[in-house]
């Protein structure tokens, strides 16, 4: 199964843009790429999605590379809220329904 | 707004013992999911069900069993708990994907401690 590969921490300061990269070398063309996040003691929550093009919602940015072996999450102004784990997943749109998770990057929003 | 419960935020269990985790949510959805998660592994797929007495085996699904007789509630067995399946447990429910739509929304999580 294709694999995510996420650094394990990162800083920021609070409402300065936050760049969290992702490596899936061996993504295949059908596999979607999703984030999650994982606030303290609560169960993940959907972020954001796509496949080819970079993609905006009101929580978040999605930037996928040409080769779409890398993509990158954004948040524009990043809050104390935000500080948490970021999961970057690949989802498999055929064949067995499952979602790999990686270990996530643990973010840390400075005030 | 959707909503996962889980029957415990906290479980202690002693080794040997039959422990039922419980999960239900009330947006109608026909999958669900249980999941691990270990510090340093993330989360790894225990079992999912596409609907009610159907599942399939996820990842690890060695020492765990599942139960769907009703939509809204899909269940952890672990027949004999062991030491190693001290673990956060998370639920997890979607649309299928027919419906277009690839979110799953999450449980708050057990806490499970053997010993």
């Known amino acids: 199964d294709a694999k995510t590969t996420q650094p394990n921490s990162m800083e920021s300061n609070e409402e300065e843009p936050v760049h969290l990269p992702c490596n899936h070398s061996t993504i295949s063309g059908t596999d979607y790429i999703h984030w999650y996040r994982q606030l303290p003691s609560q169960g993940p929550e959907y972020v954001i999605h796509?496949?080819?093009s970079n993609v905006n919602n009101r929580m978040a940015s999605l930037a996928i590379a040409e080769d779409r072996k890398s993509s990158t999450l954004i948040l524009h102004r990043a809050t104390l809220r935000d500080a948490a784990v970021y999961y970057c997943?690949?989802?498999?749109?055929?064949?067995?329904?499952?979602?790999?998770f990686g270990t996530g990057t643990r973010l840390k929003v400075l005030a | 707004d959707v909503k996962v419960t889980q029957s415990s935020r906290y479980l202690v269990k002693r080794t040997g013992e039959k422990v039922f985790l419980e999960c239900v949510q009330d947006?109608?959805?026909?999958?669900m999911f249980w999941y691990r998660q270990d510090p340093g592994l993330g989360l790894r797929l225990i079992y999912f069900s596409y609907d009610v007495k159907m599942k399939e085996k996820g990842d690890i699904p060695e020492g765990y069993s599942v139960s769907r007789e009703k939509k809204e509630r899909f269940s952890l067995i672990l027949e004999s708990a062991s030491t190693n399946q001290t673990s956060m447990y998370l639920c997890a429910s979607s649309l299928p994907i027919y419906r277009g739509t690839y979110e799953q929304y999450f449980g708050p999580g057990t806490r499970l401690t053997v010993t």
């Open positions: 796509g496949l080819t």
């Open positions: 947006m109608d959805h026909e999958n």
């Open positions: 997943i690949l989802r498999r749109l055929t064949g067995t329904y499952k979602y790999i």
